[in-house]
């Protein structure tokens, strides 16, 4: 079992490692080579666009067949995506190629994604699911952790392309231990019923039906798609704002990312280890996020922005194992899969918009202006969801009064 365990978690981390690598290269490239807030907000759009929008296919395919094969397709094909995109540099020349081979490992990365997220009940069904999740957190921030440290140090040894066939050579080694796992393991994927061969709309209607009808999803997808608002704007804005408005090297850049990383294993070993109330969790992680937005855009000092940005990412993975835990409970087992991938896709949709509101409204140094206006914007979203929340409660408790009485 444990060699099982292991076996699982490492292909998480070394899958992590590779897209985090892909992540940092991104933005610092772009905007070393622009100079430019606005360009490292399309290019962040460009790059996170397709990672979201796929999520309702990716789901639907989990659904269908084995999400241990859909596993291993995702990190093959990765692999394959950047070799070819280092092929393209090297015949053709530009750093489009860098922008198009991290947009189609996203997409890829988020059918990675899903397939671990429908596996994970199985896998470890007889364990409690938050500590199951922070245990799966902790491999994927131990890959955020050494991401930005390893793409920094061979940054400064290599051109980026070869730090993209690093990032190759990780994506095979993931799939490698993806197969040590189903080696070592007895697990066999039990489809929950026979699954025809339908339209591919079908289960996306019938997604979008849950998260209208069942309660709490819908207000569960506001929330997390108001709290990505201010992790796009993050992730958008993070190299221009150290290496460019507080003037810092790019070795202090990847001190940031590491400290972010670091912060967040720490919270997420303390969920492991200490049972905490779900509705604390998602409060105090909500409050702790919008609270970074506003430090890291108000603060004139870097060292407040790093205070920002610790509280925004650290608390980023807290947020997450709520929505995670509580849409677990409340999704059917048998939609679990095409139910997953929309809602991911809705919550996540935000991620992209604040990297083109970044592109759009960054320009002549109002990077901080933005970052506080998607910050109380996702405050904004947070209060309505909350009373609305409020509000049909009262409803359903009127409700069943009148019912009891009669």
Known sequence: MRAHRHAFFASLFFSRLADQILLFLVPLVVFQTTQQATWSGIAFFIEAFP?????????????????????RASQRCRAIACVAGIA??????????LIAL??????LT??????????????????????????????????????????GVLLGWWRW?????????????????????????????????????VEWLAPVKTALAHVVRLPGLGRLVALAAAENLVIGATLATSAAMVTGLHRRPDA???????????????????IARVRIPRKALG????????????????????????????????????????????????IPAKD??????????????????????????????????????????????GAVVVLAGRGAGRRRAAAHGQTRAE
């Open 51 to 71: 990672r979201y929008l796929v999520f309702p296919v990716c789901g639907a395919l989990c659904d269908r067949i084995s999400p241990v094969k859909v596993l």
């Open 102 to 107: 991290s947009a189609v490992c996203g997409a």
């Open 110 to 151: 988020s059918q990675g994604l899903v397939a671990r997220e429908v596996l994970l009940p199985q896998v470890f069904s007889s364990e409690r699911f938050e500590k199951v999740l922070s245990y799966a957190q902790i491999a994927d921030q131990m890959g955020v952790v050494l991401g930005p440290i390893l793409a």
């Open 161 to 197: 392309e070869y730090v993209v066939g690093i990032a190759a050579l990780l994506f095979f080694a993931a799939d490698g231990a993806t197969l040590l796992w189903e080696h070592v393991s007895a697990f066999e994927w039990r489809a929950h019923q026979h699954v025809a061969a």
């Open 283 to 330: 409060r105090v992680s909500f409050l702790a996020i919008f609270a970074g937005g506003l430090l890291a855009g108000l603060s004139p000092s870097v060292w407040g922005y790093v205070a920002g940005f610790l509280l925004i990412v650290g608390f980023d993975k807290m947020f997450s194992i709520y929505i995670r835990s509580v849409r677990q409970a409340i």
């Open 336 to 381: 679990y899969g095409k139910t997953l991938g929309v809602v991911i896709m809705l919550n996540n949709l935000t991620q992209p918009l604040a990297g083109l509101l970044v592109g759009m409204f960054a320009g002549n140094g109002r990077m901080s202006e933005v970052v506080v206006g998607i910050s109380l914007g996702m405050g904004a979203l």
């Open 252 to 270: 202090f850049y990847t001190f940031v990312q590491t400290a972010g990383a670091v912060a967040t294993i720490a919270i997420l070993l303390l």
């Open 88 to 97: 393209g540099f090297s015949i053709v020349g530009g750093i489009g190629w």
